[in-house]
């Protein structure tokens, strides 16, 4: 069953602007990862937070953690063409490995 | 990702035949991770296996479909008989245990697009 649940489901912005895609999620988590999927590609690792952690950095993606409302936010600043992809959120449940995936979030990036 | 590849990338089929999907974890990681995704129920995982052992194969339909490892280089999904309702993409992922223990990032292949007619 899915347990990450991203919203929006598909998100437009102009370049340059920044793009934010949250993720809830119903258990308790040991880490809450973000996957990016280019159309017909697999998935690409960009950044994982651990539970004990509220906020992580990677260049250009920001992710926060709010374990207490089972949420989680990603945040792509300066926005380019090439983010446009699908974005997911997978929790890891109680194990650090079996990660289950919502259904992502659609970023559309307009040059 | 180049460290993994997915053979056949597209396979049509007719309903009932045979259909094998194999996935080579090239630097012969010891867990491997297989997903199906869809439009419907988007991404899901169908088992894992650690050393060539299953671990999880609660998200797999066993009357139809095995899963095996025979080798530490070489993970095989396969539908036997194939149903129009089994058209998805299906992805492997290994997992490094080694490297991937403190990042626990799991590696796409690019997948196997499949469609059952």
């Known amino acids: 069953s899915q347990q990450g649940e991203e919203d929006p489901q598909a998100l437009s912005i102009q370049e340059g602007e920044n793009a934010t895609m949250n993720c809830s999620y119903k258990t308790s988590i040991n880490n809450l990862q973000w996957y990016r999927q280019n159309s017909g590609r697999g998935l690409v690792h960009l950044i994982l937070?651990?539970?004990?952690?509220r906020e992580k950095h990677s260049g250009r993606l920001r992710v926060t953690l709010d374990t207490s409302k089972k949420s989680s936010s990603l945040l792509i600043t300066a926005s380019r063409a090439a983010d446009t992809a699908s974005y997911f959120c997978?929790?890891?449940?109680?194990?650090?490995?079996?990660?289950?995936f919502g259904k992502g979030t659609l970023l559309t990036v307009n040059p | 990702d180049a460290r993994v590849t997915q053979t056949p990338r597209h396979k049509v089929t007719e309903m009932g035949q045979e259909v094998t999907m194999r996935c080579q974890p090239i630097?012969?990681?010891?867990?491997v991770f297989w997903y199906r995704q869809t439009m419907m129920q988007g991404l899901e995982l169908l088992a894992y296996?650690?050393?060539?052992?299953?671990?999880?194969d609660s998200g797999m339909p066993k009357d139809r479909f095995s899963a095996e490892m025979p080798d530490a280089t070489l993970a095989t999904l396969k539908i036997q008989p194939s149903e129009p309702r089994d058209s998805a993409v299906y992805f492997c992922?290994?997992?490094?245990?080694?490297?991937?223990?403190?990042?626990?990032?799991?590696?796409f292949g690019p997948g196997t697009r499949l469609t059952v007619t």
């Open positions: 937070i651990r539970s004990n952690e």
């Open positions: 296996f650690r050393n060539r052992a299953p671990l999880d």
């Open positions: 992922a290994p997992f490094d245990r080694c490297s991937g223990w403190a990042s626990y990032e799991q590696y």
């Open positions: 630097l012969g990681h010891n867990t």
């Open positions: 997978a929790d890891s449940g109680g194990s650090n490995y079996k990660l289950t």
